[in-house]
């Protein structure tokens, strides 16, 4: 069977190519990126408001060695890269995924080029990979708030919690 989402999941070359084209088209790129491992409500509205701000949503996607070297805990990612990636790629606000395996997503930043960078807002603007080189060129930098109660991590705790034996 064919994969259904591999015309969602680019290459570096690929991205860079179909960028440029979206730009030339006068469309208004949006990056953000993430590990996305459990994917969850407050994953999917964020990244429906982050689509929401421009014409077309490039996902970067750390790569599974890249989020073992965030400090995560060892267990992370809990699902695989291809995995992370075909969930992202089947929602309708996900324009592309594009894994990347550096340490940040600054490469991958300058490589697409776009229009918006997103983040959490529990990130400061000035925190934020790539935001000098985006508004260097014009664009903006968007923080989202998140939706209280959801985080991956606080899952896995709860998962962790549901499998100890009960006195």
């Known amino acids: 069977m064919a994969d259904p989402f591999a015309s969602k999941i680019w290459t570096w070359e690929e991205v860079a190519a179909h960028a440029r084209a979206i730009r030339e088209s006068g469309k208004k790129i949006v990056f953000t990126n993430g590990v996305f491992d459990l994917l969850h409500a407050g994953h999917v509205t964020y990244l ?8 077309f949503l490039i996902v970067g996607l750390n790569s599974d ?14 699902q695989n890269e291809f995995s992370r990636s075909r969930v992202l790629a089947a929602l309708t606000s996900t324009g592309a995924v594009v894994v990347f395996d550096q340490d ?3 490469e ?4 697409t080029e776009p229009d918006v960078l997103v983040k959490g807002a ?19 930098v968007q923080t989202i708030p998140f ?7 606080a899952i896995e705790k709860k998962i962790l919690l549901a499998h100890q034996p009960h006195p």
């Open 65 to 78: 060695s890249s989020v073992q070297r965030l400090g995560k805990s060892p267990a992370r990612p809990l």
């Open 108 to 111: 991958i930043i300058r490589l």
């Open 48 to 55: 429906a408001e982050a689509a929401a701000l421009g014409d």
């Open 147 to 153: 939706i209280d109660g959801y985080s991956t991590t």
């Open 104 to 106: 940040t997503p600054a």
């Open 122 to 140: 529990d990130y400061a603007i000035e925190n934020i990979v790539g935001a000098d080189f985006v508004l260097a060129r014009g664009g903006s």
